[in-house]
């Protein structure tokens, strides 16, 4: 259970720290001639605080050892063995169970190289290792090494464009007019940020109520009670010592959540990155998979148990020490009920334009959930008496609980399908699936299928039926033309209605309407009808975005405003399987003089995005006249009356100025 947490941290590293600016590493490369044909390249390498690199010579089956090699396309040269590398620091991993090999604070590798290209100015070597702190982040950069072979003579390298790329990342930039317009979002942002941060937070209390009411936790509430009042014999201490109890409760799982604020915090378009990765989503699906068969009873997932006992050894220290150990001790042994629950809300907030911020929220909100009854319950030890005893209730819970994570990670692999185009989990399919599980989950409260324990409850059919009717609810998704409208309930968890096994038109544009998929053919298009023009950041795997598209644009009104008085470009920021044209691909220079590589029209648009609005997140509509002057505040995620309203006042101001 320790590597499959760690692999988890480090997977989730993996995918956003390669997309990311910074680094935790500052490496400077430099070249030293040895004779006419063997030159030294070094790598000074300097490493962050309480960050550790892994050395080329790191064992198998441990954390990832580093590894030099040539840069795509190098010839010319060949490298002499392994770096040579400064001295290094080893200590016993408990995860691997092995001595590991690491550099602390600094590094210097030296990679002799043997040249047979008499022509060569410059080398580039690749640099891919592993750095880690209490989770791990990889590191893979090219660096150039630039020297004279007749005099050995250290080049100063920067990056520079060819004039292509210099032309194609200069037309990214937008000759936008009226600007001040855009100026005004900060606080519309903030705003819609704080009603995320309540949502998700409202989302882990009802996680940490659900967790509350598993058999990990529930019979613990006697137990925990009692010792706080059989120990204390005042009151007040009693009632002090559960309340702190309580508190550190929702300190643990909140501080679960610092290391992703570092990863947060990186790039701008990091938050996208995550959610839209497909081998992440993929990696969520198995992984809440798995998580729903330890629900099912099929195996049981525990942390270490020399956690649990040193945590319970620490918590008979006594004072507020003990009291803090006491509920770790909490944390650990109820893991194998609570950790699918805290799964399915990682993979929920880092898959959200919220990132850690959310990730806290619901991780307070959980802890808060789950502390609350013990603290209530120690201050009126008499209210226990009302208290339904354990019994297999608690199981029926667990199971249930098995049926929700599975339909979870169904949205996962339905993100990594469209992202990657592979049209496998169409609208109907996924309806369907999620309609036979809701089937499933109540012919099992019914007690038709799976393990029985006595007589099935009253309450217990009550709930088989209100699932059997939401089976009953989707069951018409599966239909051409559904008997009823389900995109109230179902729009950002359903995939797209144009994402159909059944023909819905060639465009593929939201419910039917024209768009374009490509900014200059929109604006040319837009030119030659005189209409204004309404950039539509969105993605494939983004909630919001379907949301909008489906509650919002089919209202009559609006759908009316955008098929008339409109051109909609759609640009998909997360189409990253769609590669652009070879002489459309280019290097960009961010701002921070970091390069990235434009090869997907994922890639172009985002980036678009960030480079003329300074924000990453989507939906994102932008109301342009075909000369590009901004017409109103940009809008985001809205109600229909916010969103008519912004649509008529950026057609009154067009009408003004053309």
């Not at 991780?363 to 339904?388: E, I, R, S, T």
């Not at 939201?510 to 837009?526: H, M, R, S």
């Amino acid at each position: 259970m320790k590597k499959l947490i760690t692999l988890i941290l480090f997977f989730i590293g993996f995918v956003t720290f390669s997309q990311t600016d910074d680094a935790p590493l500052e490496v400077n490369p430099t070249v030293k001639k040895v004779s006419d044909t063997e030159y030294d390249l070094i790598f000074e390498i300097s490493i962050a605080e309480d960050w550790h690199l892994y050395s080329q010579y790191n064992p198998e089956d441990a954390s990832l050892p580093m590894t030099i090699s040539p840069a795509e396309g190098e010839t010319g040269y060949t490298l002499v063995g392994k770096a040579t590398e400064s001295e290094t620091e080893s200590e016993f991993s408990e995860i691997w169970g092995k001595d590991e090999i690491f550099f602390m604070d600094e590094a210097t590798l030296i990679q002799r190289i043997t040249v047979q290209d008499s022509t060569l100015t410059k080398i580039t070597l690749n640099l891919d290792a592993q750095v880690c702190k209490e989770y791990c982040l990889p590191f893979d950069e090219d660096f150039t090494f630039g020297f004279s072979l007749k005099g050995g003579e250290v080049v100063q390298t920067t990056t520079e464009l060819d004039d292509r790329s210099k032309s194609l990342s200069e037309s990214l930039k937008l000759d936008l007019k009226n600007e001040v317009m855009l100026r005004s979002e900060a606080s519309e942002e903030t705003d819609e940020k704080n009603s995320s941060l309540l949502n998700i937070f409202l989302l882990g209390f009802v996680g940490g109520l659900l967790a509350f009411l598993t058999p990990c936790v529930f019979p613990m509430i006697p137990l925990t009670v009692s010792f706080f009042t059989k120990k204390n014999e005042k009151k007040v201490q009693s009632s002090g010592n559960a309340i702190l109890y309580g508190l550190f409760i929702v300190l643990i799982y909140g501080l679960l959540s610092l290391p992703f604020h570092f990863l947060d915090s990186l790039d701008p378009e990091i938050l996208n990155n995550i959610s839209t990765n497909i081998w992440l989503n993929i990696f969520f699906f198995v992984v809440l998979v798995f998580f729903a068969g330890s629900f099912f009873g099929l195996y049981e997932l525990t942390l270490p148990a020399s956690w649990t006992n040193k945590a319970d050894s620490a918590s008979g220290i006594g004072g507020v020490l003990g009291i803090f150990f006491m509920a770790l001790t909490l944390a650990i042994v109820s893991f194998s009920c609570t950790g699918p629950i805290l799964g399915s809300l990682l993979a929920g907030s880092l898959s959200s334009d919220g990132g850690a911020m959310l990730l806290t929220a619901g991780m307070v909100g959980f802890g808060l959930a789950l502390a609350l009854p013990f603290a209530v319950f120690a201050n009126f030890p008499k209210w226990m008496a009302k208290m339904p005893r354990s019994g297999s209730w608690l199981n029926t819970v667990k199971v249930t609980l098995g049926f929700l994570e599975l339909a979870l990670a169904f949205k996962f692999l339905s993100n990594a399908d469209l992202v990657g185009h592979w049209n496998i989990l169409k609208r109907e399919v996924f309806i369907g699936i999620w309609a036979l599980l809701a089937l499933l989950m109540a012919l099992y409260l019914f007690g038709f299928i799976g393990k029985k324990y006595g007589k099935v409850s009253m309450f217990r059919v009550l709930i088989g039926l209100m699932i059997l009717g939401v089976a009953g609810y989707l069951a018409p998704g599966v239909l051409q033309k559904p008997t009823w409208d389900q995109s109230k309930l179902l729009s950002g968890f359903a995939p797209p209605k144009f994402h159909s096994i059944y023909k819905q038109g060639d465009n593929q544009c939201p419910l039917n309407l024209d768009c374009f998929k490509d900014i200059d053919e929109g604006i040319a298009y837009a030119k030659q009808v005189n209409k204004p023009v309404i950039l539509d950041f969105t993605g494939w795997a983004c909630v919001n975005c379907r949301k909008m598209e489906e509650n919002i644009w089919s209202q009559p009104d609006v759908y009316k405003i955008l098929s008339n008085e409109f051109v909609i470009i759609s640009l998909y920021v997360d189409d990253h399987q769609r590669m652009l044209p070879k002489d459309e691909q280019f290097d960009y220079i961010k701002p921070n003089g970091k390069l990235k590589r434009i090869r997907t029209y994922g890639d172009k648009w985002a980036t678009l995005q960030t480079a003329n609005f300074k924000i990453a997140s989507q939906p994102f509509y932008v109301a342009l006249s075909p000369d590009l002057e901004v017409l109103n505040t940009p809008e985001q995620y809205t109600d229909k009356e916010s969103y008519e309203k912004w649509l008529n006042t950026s057609v009154d101001r067009f009408k003004e100025i053309k």
